[in-house]
């Protein structure tokens, strides 16, 4: 049986890269996923339903996630992928930068979060998976804001994991903490730097998008349920 079979999700940020992959792999795995997310993916799969909306507008993701449980009556996986950077370093960092990485990656991932833990709790299970990265683990020069968003998603990754399931309700919260990653946005860093990266890691290389999809697949899916507040870093190693 498909790991996902007749699960309803919610993906943010998936119109490419590791959001992408994760749409994808969890409609193999059975699962009905509405995409949320500004710009639309092209998918050929009747089980891919994409919504356009920005995860910092309140209101228009209240309405989206009504009509979620208007169509299904539940939401079984959230998976808080959207995510944008904006890179300085902090004396050169305007607040304008600032104000939109924490808007769409820390905000959005708690207003997104808002509306659908209760729903979870309601009925009784869900499982939530926050995806952070290695930077904010550990830091990284010229990422200020984005290593503060990503740290700021651990933190409410564990503090949600005690308060959505303080009552009783088999409410999971996890993260993923990607590595350097093959993605559109990555690759757009010059290469002498991309050959660094990959020197310093112990594999070898860069992650591909495929393997945190793996990762978010196994803590949505049932075979991580006793796995809660949890942290997966995906980065071959390279923090050893």
Not at 91 to 100: A, V
Request: a negative charge; aromatic letters at 6%; proline letters at 2%.
């Amino acid at each position: 049986m498909a790991r996902l079979d007749q699960k309803i999700a919610i993906v943010t940020g998936d119109a490419r890269g590791i959001g992408r992959c994760i749409v994808e792999t969890f409609v193999r795995e059975g699962a009905m996923v509405y995409s949320f997310d500004m710009a639309a993916g092209e998918y050929e799969h009747p089980n891919v339903k994409h919504i356009s909306v920005s995860v910092t507008d309140y209101a228009a993701l209240e309405k989206a996630v009504e009509q979620v449980k208007a169509e299904q009556g539940r939401v079984d996986i959230l998976v808080n992928n959207a995510g944008v950077t904006k890179d300085a370093l902090v004396q050169k960092m305007d607040e304008s930068m600032w104000d939109f990485v924490i808007d769409v990656n820390l905000k959005g991932t708690f207003l997104l979060t808002k509306l659908v833990a209760p729903i979870m709790m309601e009925a009784g299970r869900g499982s939530i998976v926050n995806v952070s990265s290695i930077v904010g683990e550990y830091g990284n020069i010229g990422q200020t804001n984005y290593a503060a968003t990503k740290a700021g998603v651990i933190g409410m990754t564990k503090t949600w994991a005690k308060e959505f399931t303080r009552k009783g309700a088999a409410v999971r919260t996890n993260a993923v903490a990607p590595g350097y990653i093959e993605t559109e946005m990555v690759l757009t860093v010059p290469e002498k730097i991309l050959d660094s990266l990959r020197a310093k890691n112990p594999m070898g290389r860069l992650g591909k998008p495929q393997e945190i999809a793996d990762a978010a697949l196994f803590l949505a899916s049932d075979e991580a349920s006793f796995v809660n507040g949890h942290v997966l870093s995906v980065n071959g190693g390279m923090t050893l």
